[in-house]
């Protein structure tokens, strides 16, 4: 009974440790390619990272309920930053990992609406209620930036900026992360500051 026991322990233990080695071989890292992906958008079409091979792409992980978010939005210095860089032929993608029933899950049509409402400019917005793209990205908090560069390598990974709290009276005096790398990398410098903790609500992942 005990040499039974073991072997069940053993294989459940291999199985962790199995998926947990897949996750880092395909988890989005600085310095190399951005994981691919194909997901459904709130205008019903299916966006592939590779639609946008040769553009600079950010990644932006969004829950509209979270305070972090908020911040961000209500003040309109995401909305500032999303037409300011798609103006420079910038692809600014928003995905939304909140799983069905948790905070900040949204219909098309909620998404939409929220979009009127906050006169937000992304090029699209990505539905990922299953977290399959917040997986491949291990993307951890709303908000989560990642950006791209046209060779399709993943050049920043982190917070929007260097001011945590939530209270969007820190939002001048922040240093962002996103338009330094994007400025730095189409200057044809390397990014200064690949990587940060990002800060925010952790994502909604389904369980």
């Avoid at 040769?54 to 979270?66: A, D, S, T």
């Avoid at 972090?68 to 993608?93: A, C, F, I, P």
């Avoid at 906050?118 to 209620?129: E, G, I, R």
Wanted: proline share 5%; glycine share 6%; with cysteine.
């Amino acid at each position: 009974m005990r040499l039974k026991k073991m072997k069940t322990f053993v294989i459940l233990l291999f199985a962790v440790l199995s998926f947990n080695f897949s996750i880092s071989v395909f988890a989005a890292k600085v310095g190399e390619p951005a994981p691919s992906f194909s997901a459904p958008t709130v205008s019903g079409k299916e966006v592939k990272l590779s639609d946008y091979k040769g553009k600079y792409v950010v990644l932006e992980w969004h829950n509209n309920g979270c305070p972090y978010v908020k911040k961000h939005y209500d003040s309109g210095n995401m909305q500032r930053l999303q037409k300011e860089w798609t103006k420079k032929k910038v692809v600014w993608l928003t995905v939304i990992s909140s799983a069905e029933g948790k905070q900040g899950f949204v219909t098309a049509d909620e998404e939409k609406n929220f979009l009127q409402d906050k006169k937000a400019h992304p090029t699209q917005v990505v539905l990922d209620s299953e977290g399959t793209v917040g997986s491949l990205y291990e993307a951890k908090t709303t908000p989560h930036m990642f950006v791209v560069n046209p060779k399709g390598i993943l050049i920043y990974n982190g917070a929007i900026d260097d001011q945590s709290g939530t209270d969007a009276e820190e939002i001048p005096k922040a240093e962002n992360y996103v338009s330094k790398a994007l400025t730095e990398a189409m200057a044809g410098k390397s990014v200064s500051v690949p990587s940060t903790r990002p800060y925010g609500c952790s994502v909604k992942y389904k369980e």
